[in-house]
């Protein structure tokens, strides 16, 4: 079966960096995303991987181990406003999303 | 985990037709599910909320009379386009929500639309 990991919920410090993993187990690879979502708010888009590696924008930074079925999000110098559930979704060979069920982070002063 | 199916996963249509997307928790009841739009590489975009039972809410610039919603019972909602024209190709995704106090969606496949 197809299957993504997350880990349910992290706590981190607000200044700090915090790195989100998420592994999976799908039926073709087209493609693996990160979102950010806030409660009660739609999914904001953050990154789409494709090739193995290293993809930075600003704060946020995405890898990519196609081999090893695996990814992280890295959130540097963390802000309170980055408390939210970050969503993995991996594209599989039908193009159809695969989703996980979201980490929860928690950020404090 | 819940687990949240859409059918079909993939639509060719001729413009002018409507084509109907259905939403369904296999294994939960979903008091609320959203329907969303997704453009490639971009967020996905809230068209409407829909309780099981009342009447869905859209969201702003969202045509209730185009992009019909039902939410007949806890467990399935469909969402149809009406009169279907290229410019509504788009990916539709579906997500769901077993309680109103929760903030946890759980994310349908995503539906292709393609409209000739």
């Known amino acids: 079966g197809q299957n993504i990991d997350q880990p349910t919920e992290m706590t981190a410090t607000e200044g700090a960096i915090v790195q989100i993993n998420c592994t999976y187990q799908?039926?073709?690879?087209?493609?693996l995303f990160w979102y950010q979502q806030h409660a009660g708010e739609a999914p904001t888009f953050l990154s789409y991987?494709?090739l193995d590696g290293l993809e930075e924008k600003g704060r946020f930074s995405s890898f990519l181990s196609r081999s090893k079925g695996y990814s992280y999000l890295l959130l540097k110098e963390l802000q309170m406003k980055d408390s939210a559930s970050y969503l993995c979704?991996?594209?599989?060979?039908?193009?159809?999303?695969?989703w996980g069920a979201g980490t929860k982070l928690i950020i404090k002063p | 985990g819940a687990v949240v199916s859409q059918h079909p996963s993939r639509v060719i249509c001729k413009s002018g037709t409507s084509v109907k997307i259905e939403c369904r928790s296999l294994d939960f009841q979903a008091t609320t599910m959203f329907w969303y739009r997704q453009f490639p590489k971009q967020s996905l975009m809230l068209m409407a909320t829909?309780?099981?039972?009342?009447?869905?809410?859209?969201e702003q610039g969202v045509e209730k009379d185009k992009f019909l919603i039902n939410h007949a019972s806890l467990t399935l909602s469909t969402l149809t386009v009406t009169s279907a024209h290229p410019e509504d190709s788009s990916f539709y995704i579906c997500s769901a929500k077993s309680d109103r106090a929760t903030e946890t969606q759980y994310f349908g496949p995503g539906t292709r639309l393609l409209v000739l």
């Open positions: 991987n494709v």
């Open positions: 799908t039926s073709g690879f087209n493609g």
């Open positions: 829909s309780n099981e039972g009342s009447k869905a809410t859209y």
């Open positions: 979704a991996v594209m599989d060979s039908n193009y159809q999303l695969i």
